[in-house]
């Protein structure tokens, strides 16, 4: 074994210097051993004066870079010893070269997920795998396991404002993980899924509106609307709707974002006798029809239409027709509300229904939990509502079980089996 100063440098340790890890900072001390074949490193972008080693595969092409752990030079020297000897027992016995360093794939899948249609599911993988990236940038494939899992949670609740996360934040986290790493297996950089930890917590129920403060808020929808400024008026006329045919439905608030015209039918109905509205949306589980609960969301859909015909009609024309393609829930332009939820809070804020008798802050998918419990307490059953709902049976009983022991009455579709007809049409008012 040999050993060298900073200005010491075999001919593998200058090529690693300049390439790898090293790019990423200037190197402010630096040691060589083994002839070049372990190079340690300090980098002056590192707060901690933390020894980095970069480690000649043996019998093999590419360098294994690590971090030692240690600002000490005797454990650091002792860490990168220890696994270039463990690479030359693999490389002996035929096993398989060290694994990939999990920042580069990580960016791969990023770019996969970017690359793709916009959907609310793969912004929220991206926005996590970004937050963890820092964390794992460094780390091989031979470091995954439960407890590096465990880590990266510890990590998350260390970012976070609270310094908390709830128990279905965190079983998001490992379902979005478990998706990247099942693509790494496929991809061949892992070979196999570890076994991800247990989430403790019982699952409470979701914040939503009770019938007292759900007539408080459609008072207040009332009022809201009754401003002079034109464009306040027009963007607060939407939010009105948009927060009645949410809770009508129960569609999420992605499946809303994406919503068009032609995704609205009427089923069943004749004169003077309403019909039942079905929309048919995309989200996380599938494409699926959704039967509103309550006529009225005819009418919540019609003010839609109506304001956005008087937008579109040119002064001396004849008005015009909805393009079927074009989005519902949309801005004057045509273009889509990214979000409702700053007007919404100010609606629930004015309405002083903030949060629910849990005191937990309510949010615009409390709407969806309020048509999951008002369905429920109306006697719909748990399996025709998680069809209505795209979500499964066991979801609605954990989280909505609190209402499931009110007594049955007609389930939500039979209505429609009823009558006469059964067959969809295009809304009249969209002819």
């Known amino acids: 074994m040999s050993k060298s100063g900073s200005n010491d440098f075999s001919s593998a340790a200058i090529a690693a210097e300049r390439t ?8 402010t001390e630096s040691k060589t051993f083994r002839d070049g074949l372990i190079y340690l490193y300090k980098r002056a972008d590192f707060k901690k004066p933390t020894w980095l080693c970069r480690v000649k595969v043996p019998n093999g092409s590419g360098y294994v870079n690590r971090s030692t752990g240690t600002g000490d030079e005797h ?3 002792k860490f990168a010893d220890d696994l270039y000897n463990q690479l030359l027992v693999k490389s002996l016995t035929g096993q398989a070269p060290p694994s990939k360093l999990m920042g580069p794939a990580i960016q791969s899948y990023i770019d996969r997920l970017e690359s793709q249609p916009k959907k609310l599911s793969l912004r929220y993988k ?9 964390f794992l940038d460094r780390k091989s494939f031979d470091d995954v396991s439960t407890s590096l899992l465990s880590k990266v949670v510890d990590e998350l609740i260390a970012q976070s404002k609270t310094g908390r996360l709830s128990p ?3 079983k998001r986290t490992y379902s979005d993980l478990k998706h990247f790493l099942q693509w790494c297996v496929d991809e061949g950089y892992l070979a196999a899924l570890p076994r991800f930890p247990k989430v403790n917590g019982v699952a409470s129920s979701r914040p939503h509106f009770d019938a007292k403060d759900w007539a408080k808020l459609t008072r207040q929808l009332r009022e809201f609307v009754k401003v002079e400024n034109r464009a306040v008026r027009r963007d607060r006329m939407m939010l009105r709707d948009y927060v009645l045919i949410l809770s009508n439905t129960g569609i999420r608030v992605g499946e809303a974002r994406t919503l068009k015209w032609r995704d609205v039918t009427e089923v069943g109905g004749s004169a003077g006798v309403p019909g039942t509205i079905v929309v048919t949306v995309s989200g996380k589980t599938g494409k699926r029809e959704v039967v509103a609960r309550s006529a009225d969301v005819k009418k919540y859909f019609k003010r839609i239409h109506e304001l956005r015909i ?11 027709k909805l393009d079927p393609n074009s989005l519902v829930f949309c801005h004057k332009d045509g273009e889509p509300v990214g979000t409702f939820k700053k007007s919404f809070l100010a609606l629930l804020k004015l309405a002083n229904v903030e949060r629910d008798t849990h005191g937990n802050l309510r949010t615009l998918y409390s709407l969806r939990h309020t048509y999951a419990t008002f369905c429920l307490q109306h006697g719909v059953q748990v399996y025709t509502l998680a069809k209505n709902m795209g ?3 066991a979801m609605i009983e954990q989280y909505y079980g609190h209402t499931t022991n009110i007594q049955s009455a007609d389930e939500l579709t039979k209505r429609v089996r009823k009558q006469s007809s059964g067959a969809s049409s295009s809304l009249s008012w969209l002819e």
């Open 20 to 27: 790898g890890s090293t790019a990423k900072g200037a190197v």
């Open 75 to 77: 454990q650091a020297f």
């Open 126 to 134: 991206v926005l996590l795998l970004k937050r963890i990236k820092p």
């Open 168 to 170: 279905n934040t965190i």
């Open 310 to 320: 008087e937008e579109l009609t040119v002064e001396g024309k004849p008005k015009p």
């Open 391 to 393: 979500t499964s049976v």
